[in-house]
């Protein structure tokens, strides 16, 4: 967004020749002070008046006035630009696993919750043609975003999404149905579903494989990333429902076997990330595999602020005018 003037040479010469204006006039007439010593013989004079500082605030308001009307004549304008996309990128839908140990603290000091959203996050900003959408599975599964270009929905509902709140199970398969049943109904061509979990499916009614298989019949390209690695881990988060904080050590079993046999089923693509850097070397891959053709062209706008600047003008011009004739009788 940029300000300026659609007749920028009277613009400047305004803010050049305004001020010597302003000197030159205040040079040639002193303020007036009116002074009326007057009475009636052998009585009480009068009170003297001093106006020295309405007239100065007259003349402060009209100069102002007069500048403001100026400025409005250069049409002082603002001037901005938008990307229009002439096509339509992939459809991407995250599903985030939400269970309690998305909180084991082995990502360079962060959670493998708080990891995954900034990593979902960055990735969302980099792919502006893309629709995105964000899942969650928990006890139940649950689509938070359906895709879309809205980022700053998309982001909101990532930021406070927490660690158990559908629940401290892991509906892998869910997750993945959830998916399909809203990839399956997209135009678009290129549908992509990305797993994120660091554990084995212990919940939901549809098995994960099952639910796989799902988005390799409809086209859909699965990727599964499993976070974390197995041992003792630190623990810490609280639980949302209860507000109680758990703390301690969580004895992480990942079991990377069933996430590669679930990404089999699917044809799709198994990414190991037991640290920070392989997680964020994971969607690196993603977005270097999963290209999509970028068109665009920019629209640009214009709005005039002549009006913000002519109102202010004709109402400090009126003011002077009608305190000078009706209250101060045009003496001033």
């Known amino acids: 967004m940029n300000f300026g003037f659609d007749r920028p040479i009277m613009a400047a010469a305004i803010f050049i020749l305004f001020p010597l204006a302003v000197i030159t006039v205040s040079r ?21 008046i001093h106006m020295s500082g309405l007239v100065k605030l ?10 403001l009307l100026c400025l409005s004549a250069a049409g002082p304008s603002i001037k901005t630009h938008e990307t229009v996309w002439l096509n339509r ?16 603290i082995d990502m360079d000091g962060q959670n493998r919750f708080a990891a995954a959203k900034r ?12 629709n995105i959408g964000l899942a969650a599975a928990g006890d139940d599964a649950a689509m938070l975003v359906p895709p ?29 149905a959830v998916a399909a049943y809203h990839l399956d109904k997209s135009n678009a061509r290129r549908k992509v579903a990305v797993l994120i979990t660091d554990g084995e499916n212990n919940a939901g009614a549809i098995h994960p494989e099952t639910a796989a298989s799902m988005l390799r019949d ?29 703390t301690g050590t969580f004895d992480s079993r990942f079991d990377a076997e069933s996430l590669r046999s679930l990404s089999a089923a699917g044809s799709g693509t198994y990414i190991a990330a037991p640290s920070a850097a392989a997680f964020a070397a994971a969607f690196s891959q993603l977005d270097e595999s999963e290209i999509t053709v970028q068109r665009s062209r920019l629209i640009y706008r214009k709005k005039s602020l002549s009006v913000y600047f002519l109102l202010p003008a004709v109402c400090l011009l009126a003011a002077v005018r009608f305190t000078r004739r009706q209250i101060l009788g045009a003496v001033l």
Do not use: C, Q
């Open 148 to 176: 879309t270009s809205d980022r700053d929905a998309l982001v909101y509902r990532l930021e406070n999404l927490m660690i158990g709140e559908l629940g401290d199970g892991t509906a892998l398969g869910m997750g993945l």
């Open 218 to 246: 409809i086209g859909v390209s699965l990727w599964v990333i499993g976070l974390g690695s197995a041992g003792e881990v630190p623990i810490d988060y609280t639980d949302p429902r209860t507000k109680i904080r758990r």
């Open 58 to 67: 007259l003349k402060v308001m009209e100069y102002a006035g007069v500048l």
């Open 28 to 48: 040639l007439k002193n303020p007036f002070i009116a002074v009326i010593p007057l009475g009636a013989p052998g009585g009480i004079p009068f009170r003297t």
């Open 89 to 104: 990128g992939a459809d991407i839908i995250f599903v985030l696993d939400t269970s309690p140990s998305m909180a084991a």
């Open 119 to 130: 990593l979902i996050a960055e990735f969302s900003a980099k792919r502006p043609s893309d």
